[in-house]
T-cell receptor, first 111, second 114 residues
Framework: GDSVTQMEGPVTLSEEAFLTINCTYT??????LFWYVQYPGEGLQLLLK???ADDKGSNKGFEATYRKETTSFHLEKGSVQVSDSAVYFC??????????WGAGTKLIIKP | EAGVTQFPSHSVIEKGQTVTLRCDPI?????LYWYRRVMGKEIKFLLH????????ESGMPNNRFLAERTGGTYSTLKVQPAELEDSGVYFC????????????FGPGTRLTVL
């Protein structure tokens, strides 16, 4: 069945470092892909999405490109801030609109 | 515009008791979803309402879970009787009619069964 695999955390970086959180997926058809973020004490927020191959989603300095050939949707940011500390979830949307989730990656940014 | 709200934010109950979680979707959103994250595991889909009808309840774990959405507005998720393995965070999400690609999530209800 459909599935999403994320790199395990926690990922600890210094402020202004480059961030990559890997996400790969297995799916039939052409799912939409998402990154959600959960800041401490808050709910899930949509960070960015891509709906077809080669689309790039971007928001708040984060980017991810839908790579069908490698079935990947890696999250990147050029310079992270302490305020980016959160749990990041990669997910795909099935045609029946269920979201299939990765396990989440906790990101810790140290000043 | 108010977001998705959930109540309570945290519930602690004993095994065998009943708990009811409530979700108020964004006004006008016909689609409502329930998900849960059991500790250390992935977030899992539970069910999907379109207005008051259950469109997909394939993720409901067993018959101890009952979801309702009377009148197509708020939804409740009842667990009766609760078991230890039901502990986790229960998320509700909503999306507008005809466009379900992006779901808007509430803050979640953390359920602890002792």
């Amino acid at each position: 069945g459909d599935s999403v695999t994320q790199m395990e955390g926690p990922v600890t970086l210094s402020e202004e470092a480059f961030l990559t959180i890997n996400c790969t997926y297995t799916a039939t058809g052409y799912p939409s892909l998402f990154w959600y973020v959960q800041y401490p004490g808050e709910g899930l927020q949509l960070l960015l999405k891509a709906t077809k191959a080669d689309d790039k989603g971007s928001n708040k300095g984060f980017e991810a490109t839908y790579r069908k050939e490698t079935t990947s949707f890696h999250l990147e940011k050029g310079s992270v801030q302490v305020s980016d500390s959160a749990v990041y979830f990669c997910a795909l949307s099935r045609s029946n609109y269920q979201l299939i989730w990765g396990a989440g990656t906790k990101l810790i940014i140290k000043p | 515009e108010a977001g998705v709200t959930q109540f309570p934010s945290h519930s602690v109950i004993e095994k065998g008791q009943t708990v009811t979680l409530r979700c108020d979707p964004i006004s006008g959103h016909d689609n409502l979803y329930w998900y849960r994250r059991v500790m250390g595991k992935e977030i899992k889909f539970l069910l999907h309402f379109v207005k008051e009808s259950k469109q997909d309840e394939s993720g409901m774990p067993n018959n101890r879970f009952l979801a309702e959405r009377t009148g197509g507005t708020y939804s409740t998720l009842k667990v009766q009787p609760a078991e230890l393995e039901d502990s986790g965070v229960y998320f509700c999400a909503s999306s507008p009619s005809g466009y379900t690609d992006t779901q808007y999530f509430g803050p979640g209800t953390r359920l602890t069964v002792l």
